[in-house]
């Protein structure tokens, strides 16, 4: 199982960013779960977003309203971030949980005020 983030940058607070997750070796849709976390420096990683096989999404207090996790059928799965703050700089990882968890490269997300 590889998974590859990207998508990740600079952006002013406000603005929009779209991160992709390419998964390989494993079907986002029939994984028991997909998700992104986030980690700051000195913090644990946050549950940002999860999609469950059967297409149930769930969201972290902080982002909901904001951001929207998808499934896409070229076995990609991506976050849709609106109206950023500069508390969502963070590194982005997804990953996918089944049997065991799976987790990709991070990507950097920088929200300047």
């Known amino acids: 199982v590889q998974l590859q983030a990207s998508g990740g940058g600079l952006v002013q607070a406000g603005g929009s960013l779209m991160l992709s997750c390419a998964a390989s070796g494993v079907n986002i849709f029939t994984t028991k779960t997909m998700g992104w976390y986030r980690q700051t420096p000195g913090k644990q990683r946050e549950l940002v977003a999860t999609?469950?096989?059967?297409?149930?999404k769930s969201y972290a207090e902080s982002v909901k309203g904001r951001f929207t996790a998808s499934r896409n059928t070229n076995n990609t799965m991506t976050l849709q971030m609106n109206s950023l703050k500069p508390e969502d700089t963070a590194v982005y990882y997804c990953?996918?949980?089944?049997?065991?968890?799976?987790w990709g490269q991070g990507t950097l997300v920088t929200v300047s005020s």
């Open positions: 990953i996918a949980t089944k049997g065991g968890s799976y």
């Open positions: 999609i469950s096989a059967n297409g149930i």
